[in-house]
Nanobody
């Protein structure tokens, strides 16, 4: 059974920093990409950042330059370092693990979410 387990998050003042980590385990398939998404109260889930197994990264415009995503391929673990946090970064952050089942076929798994709250 695939498990995607997040850790980190919490409460921080504006301008501060937080780190998130997420480990995916239990899949016989290789990782294609891992990433972080977030959902603020009353809003749709949105992409924060993704990283491929080849270490190519993609960031939302709202976090580029402040957040850094990285991945330990051997551990199927992804990290998100969040600096210069703003109140508008407040949301539940979800980890996504996308596995390559066959060439051209992928399967998504999600973590349970972790709350990040930035006070002004």
């Amino acid at each position: 059974q695939v498990q995607v387990v997040e850790s980190g998050g919490g409460l921080v003042q504006a301008g501060g920093s937080l780190g998130l980590s997420c480990a995916a385990s239990g899949s016989p398939f290789s990782i294609n990409t891992m990433g972080w998404y977030r959902q603020a109260l009353g809003k749709q889930r949105e992409l924060v950042a993704t990283i491929t197994s080849g270490k190519s990264t993609n960031y939302a415009d709202s976090v580029r330059g402040r957040f850094t995503i990285s991945m330990d391929n051997a551990k199927n673990t992804v990290y998100l370092q969040m600096n210069s946090l703003k109140p508008e970064d407040t949301a539940v952050y979800y980890c996504n693990a996308n596995f390559r089942v066959t060439w051209g076929t992928f399967r998504d798994y999600w973590g349970q979410g972790t709350q990040v709250t930035v006070s002004s």
